[in-house]
């Protein structure tokens, strides 16, 4: 069989070599030259610099304020320097809670006392760390002292509560216990406090990340019945970073809200536990038995209450300000210095954080090792690469969007992309961004060798995608939030992505005192090959972004990405409308009443509001006048034009990003400004596409998503006026 399809696979291989023979933004000549570097770029890179640099940053734990953090922070300026980098060490001070009092008891109808400890274990010697490791707790959790039954919402997520109204519980003035994941974990106590809880514990069911999936630590990956996920529950669909200084850098004097009107603390305590400490509380409670989707794997059987469990939980924060050091290093450009590639990772984490940064940290610095060395070599980056290294990301992306907030007007000017970069492990590669850079990253991602399968990580990538149901193309995800990259794309309209390699390296560790150098080289990316796979993508894009004669923002499939955006949201309408209109029937005929057991009650259904037709033809207009604008600039031949035309035209491309931006940003989040992208108020981390129109749609307020109809057709509009100075230019 293998034999068979050989010929043909080597007939593909051909058409795609040549499919990609020049590289988007290069001129034949200069194509070969850049690929020439790539190469060499590429066979610097050395796996064993990233093994050592993260058995020394990932030694002892390194969150935001310790003295550990401040001397990775040293270590890497050093490196740099050595380099041949100009350095600076960017600092603000920063609101960062540390818990001095952390009580959970069961009070009735038994009594237990949480543990709140995870244990070391066998041959890791960085989990034996003792009173160096961080308590395991929710940052920006307020302070609270509640007592009151005990109610298990499952994910804890808008369903959920759905769920619960139909039967009839109300979680008022109780204690809410919530599964991890179904959402980012801030979400969770944000809508038990909207529906009127006074406090929330968010536990790991074994069923995601634990015994179900696979041996616990250490004998495997997975989380043991002691491992706690520690995490940030700031309001960050509001707005991300300091939680005192929102809109504005954390400088040492500037001016700060008073710690009871941030409003991106939580309004009741949080608590995050390990399903060891979960386990008595759940087996207390009674009421009716869950719905089948959400019982976890313990053993026993899950109840929703309310009670008769009822729990104490305590928390006090000591609220101090710390220091945030941001590392910033520029190589700067040989031909266009006032042209910067930025290129992040962040270097705190919850624990020691293996994996989550270092691994995408370690990646960073020997691209930054590499091309200095090609640069002294005689191949200097054409634009000025920056690289960064952020602080304080875990608590809130705090680092970057402080060091953004400081510089948005010399960022507006100066910054060509942005590329950031988190934990990585084995796998498939994921990228998200601009689409306006997919065709380029694809690109990349065609040239780059999968270290497993000797194919190209974006064959890998396609075989997965098919898999799963998808198409046999290369595309990147839109991007909600998570990382560093929000201030750049979302508040500041700079282009972005985020890469990393995954989907092979699956465990429990995140966020926990597990996650280790001996659990990493054990179980996520053991021989760091992703890591160098990883300093291979993002490195030869960066170089590309530095080194292109016109720079490689492609226009056709940023617009049929629109177009499918536009497709999906006017769908949910639809959709939505047949779902009233059924129901409404249903209800009428009696059919819900009919079916109900009377043994299991739930609350009667009710007639649900129509859903009214709204008009898309603003958006739809300008989404065809865009399709002719972009097609006259993708026939041009702007390679050949002369290099002050081509200067010009790499100006205006540079600030195309900002123009979907809208200044009065999203309704009741003003600091998201971008219109195509952002962080679901109600998924945290996950994105919403459109998300004016979405989000109005989603959440009903009908007079709103045609007024968003309207400004983000405004926003579109602003787009083509863009595109059709670019066809000008190129007359
Ligand atoms: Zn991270």
Not at 290 to 306: D, E, N
Not at 345 to 356: E, Q
Not at 366 to 387: H, W
Not at 451 to 465: I, L, Y
Request: net charge negative.
């Amino acid at each position: 069989m293998k034999n068979k399809l050989f010929p043909l696979l080597l007939l593909l291989g051909a058409i795609s070599v040549t499919a990609q023979d020049r590289i988007i933004g290069f001129s034949e000549k200069a194509s070969e030259a850049q690929k020439e570097l790539e190469a060499d770029y590429e066979k610097q890179l050395s796996a064993d610099n990233l093994d050592q640099w993260m058995k020394l940053l990932a030694a002892e734990p390194h969150w935001v304020g310790t003295e550990y953090g401040e001397k990775n922070v040293k270590w890497m300026e050093k490196q740099f320097k050595s380099w041949g980098y100009k350095t600076e060490i960017d600092t603000y001070h920063v609101l960062f809670p540390y818990p001095k009092v952390r009580v959970l008891e069961l009070t009735a109808p038994t009594t237990y006392s949480a543990k709140l400890e995870a244990v070391a274990v066998e041959g890791d010697p960085y989990t034996a760390q003792g009173d160096k490791l961080l308590p395991s707790y929710n940052a920006f959790s307020t302070d609270g002292d509640v007592e009151a039954e005990l109610v298990f919402v499952n994910y804890g997520i808008p369903s959920d509560y759905d769920e619960l109204e139909k039967l009839g519980i109300d979680v008022k003035g109780k204690i809410v216990i919530a599964k991890y994941y179904g959402s980012w974990r801030g979400i969770k106590p944000k809508l038990a406090a909207e529906k009127g809880a006074i406090g929330c514990i968010i536990y790991s069911d074994p069923e995601d990340d634990g015994y179900a999936q696979g041996d616990v630590y250490p004998e495997g990956p997975y989380k043991n019945k002691t491992g706690v996920q520690r995490g940030s529950v700031m309001d960050m669909p509001l707005y991300p970073g300091d939680v005192l200084t929102p809109g504005y850098a954390a400088t040492k004097d500037a001016k700060r809200l008073k710690r009871e009107d941030a409003p991106t603390i939580t309004k009741i305590p949080v608590l995050p536990i390990s399903y060891e400490d979960a386990q008595p509380l759940l087996e207390a409670l009674k009421g009716p038995v869950a719905p089948a989707s959400w019982r976890g794997a313990l053993p026993l059987t899950y109840h929703i209450g309310p009670g008769p469990a009822k729990v104490h939980l305590k928390l006090e924060f000591d609220w101090q300000l710390k220091p945030a050091h941001n590392l910033i290093a520029t190589l700067e450009g040989d031909e266009f210095p006032d042209e910067w590639v930025i290129r992040g990772n962040h270097h705190d984490a919850w624990v020691h954080g293996a994996s989550d940064p270092i691994s995408g940290m370690v990646a960073l610095l020997e691209e930054a090792r590499v091309v200095a060395k090609l640069a002294k070599a005689g191949n200097k980056p054409k634009r000025t690469l920056v690289y960064c290294a952020w602080d304080a990301e875990e608590p809130g992306l705090i680092g970057s969007t402080e060091w953004v907030e400081d510089h948005i007007p010399e960022l507006k000017e100066k910054a060509v992309a942005y590329i950031n970069t988190d934990g990585n492990s084995r796998g498939y590669l994921g990228a998200g961004g601009s689409h306006s850079l997919q065709a380029m990253v694809s690109q990349v991602a065609h040239a780059v060798t999968d270290p497993q399968k000797g194919v190209s990580v974006a064959e890998r990538r396609k075989a997965a995608n098919v898999m799963r149901g998808g198409d046999n193309s290369f595309k990147l995800s839109a991007l909600g939030s998570g990382s560093d990259y929000t201030p750049f794309i979302q508040h500041t309209g700079i282009a972005s992505l985020n890469l990393g390699y995954g989907g092979e390296g699956s465990g429990g560790e995140y966020h926990t005192i597990y996650d280790t150098y001996s659990h990493y080289t054990r179980f996520k990316d053991p021989g760091f090959d992703y890591g160098v796979a990883l300093a291979n993508t993002a490195g030869r894009i960066s170089l590309r972004l530095a080194n292109a004669e016109v720079l490689p923002f492609e226009l056709t499939q940023w617009h049929s990405t629109i177009e499918t955006y536009l497709g999906e949201v006017m769908k949910t309408l639809e959709d939505m409308r047949a779902e009233v209109e059924k129901h409404n029937k249903l209800v009428s005929a009696d059919t819900y009443e009919l079916v109900m057991d009377p043994k299991k009650p739930i609350a009667p259904a009710k007639m649900k509001e129509e859903v009214p037709y709204l008009d898309f033809s603003p958006i739809q207009n300008v989404v065809a006048d865009l399709k002719k604008s972009i097609a006259t600039f993708s026939k041009a031949d702007v390679l050949a034009l002369s290099g002050a035309k081509k200067a010009q035209i790499n100006q205006q491309l540079m600030g195309m990003e900002q123009v979907l931006l809208q200044d009065k940003g999203l309704p009741r989040r003003d600091w998201f400004k971008h219109q195509i992208y952002a962080p679901g108020f109600y998924t945290g981390y996950g994105v919403k596409t459109l998300p004016g129109v979405r989000e109005a749609i989603e959440q009903q307020e009908w007079k709103e998503a045609q007024e968003q109809i309207g400004v983000l057709a405004t926003t579109l509009k602003n787009f083509d006026v863009q595109v059709q100075q670019l066809n000008s230019m190129v007359q």
